[in-house]
């Protein structure tokens, strides 16, 4: 149970810290930044780790049934989707609000995923579960304050940035991709079992079913992400921006960020397991908090909010807080059963 929980906590802290060499790039537009950093954490990634560490590759995955790969798939897709709008929000609203609103709705739904795929648990523990979510939402609905006023004080203050007015913009494109993104729950509660069978069988460590649970979710989800970004390239005329001297630097950023969410993602797999019958449930509330306070932290830094008021500052705090809370709640309801 405590090393379940702090490889959680471990894997939200490379989540949260994931996206901070974005900030350090220089002549990429967005689609160059983000396009090259899903080919990279998508593909190349998963790829070669999946590759160098599962023994029988090939036949851990055809021990697979198909129709577990198939949901594995679409779900996987709609988690592409929604981590692609991830890196949007980020763009718009900053890193700790586009972190803290985006997790904060993949908390609300991803927690009560597994319920929907192993069946609900008795009723004193799915109301204390759902008691410690509605508190995730105060959560959430907190930090969607904190931003609209932190936009308030950036225009008062002259913040050009802020002039665009995509505060509400961002927001709206956090929580939609918090809701798809919550695809990667459901992904990895149907497909884990079948690939630690197969895994097992090949002669594996208990360790390497993460890194074989993340490959066909990684792949399926970088398919969209893949098609979008080319067509994004295009038309924003942005392939030539690749040609900049400063691409090695940005590469090497670039490659950081995608091995920690890579393996951010593989570390909660495990996580998850280690965890036992809760982990898919209290360990992944446990791994997006944890991905949240340091997002905020990082935010902070990095003076994203040096022009917000105390309010403001307070708000996000609040967040914070009523998110821990909640997970607490959920930790309790799931030590119930």
């Known amino acids: ?15 949260g810290l994931y996206a901070l060499p974005e900030k350090f790039t220089k002549d990429f537009k967005f689609e160059n930044t983000w396009g090259l950093f899903f080919m990279l954490t998508m593909f190349l990634v998963p790829i070669v780790a999946s590759l160098t560490l599962i023994d029988g590759f090939s036949e851990v995955f055809a021990a697979v049934p198909s129709d577990i790969l198939i949901k594995m798939a679409l779900a996987s897709v709609l ?29 609300l739904v991803g927690s009560v995923l597994p319920f929907l795929v192993e069946g609900l648990p008795e ?44 505060m509400v913009k961002g927001i709206t494109i956090a929580v939609v991709g918090g809701l798809l993104a919550t695809g990667f729950s459901y992904a990895n509660a149907v497909g884990r079992p079948f690939i630690h069978e197969a895994s097992q069988a090949a002669g594996n460590p208990e360790w390497v079913t993460a890194v074989g649970v993340m490959f066909p979710i990684f792949i399926s989800g970088g398919i969209v992400m893949a ?18 001297p400063n691409f090695s630097k940005n590469f090497i950023l670039i490659l950081v960020m995608a091995v920690f969410h890579y393996a951010a993602s593989a570390l909660f797999a495990f996580a998850a397991f280690k965890l036992g019958e809760i982990g898919n449930t209290v360990g992944y509330a446990i791994f997006n908090t944890s991905c949240v306070a340091t997002a905020i932290v990082s935010g902070i830094v990095t003076n994203e909010w040096a022009n917000a008021s105390n309010k403001a500052k307070n708000f996000l705090y609040i967040s914070l807080a009523s998110m821990i809370v909640g997970i607490v709640i959920i930790a309790l309801g799931n030590g119930i059963a």
């Not at 969607?144 to 002039?163: F, P, T, V």
């Not at 994004?232 to 040609?243: E, G, T, V």
């Open 1 to 15: 149970m405590i090393e379940g929980i702090i490889l959680a906590i471990g894997a939200g802290l490379m989540l």
């Open 79 to 107: 988690w592409g989707i929604g981590v692609m709008m991830w890196g949007k929000a980020i763009n718009h609203i900053g890193l700790s609000l586009g972190f803290s609103l985006f997790i904060g709705t993949v908390i």
């Open 123 to 166: 009723q004193q523990v799915f109301l204390t579960v759902l008691a410690g979510i509605l508190v995730v939402l105060l959560g959430v609905l907190f930090n969607g304050r904190a931003g609209i006023l932190r936009e308030q004080d950036e225009l008062k203050s002259g913040d050009k940035k802020a002039e665009n007015g995509g």
């Open 227 to 244: 098609t979008y970004f080319a067509w994004q390239l295009s038309a924003k005329k942005a392939w030539a921006d690749f040609k900049t």
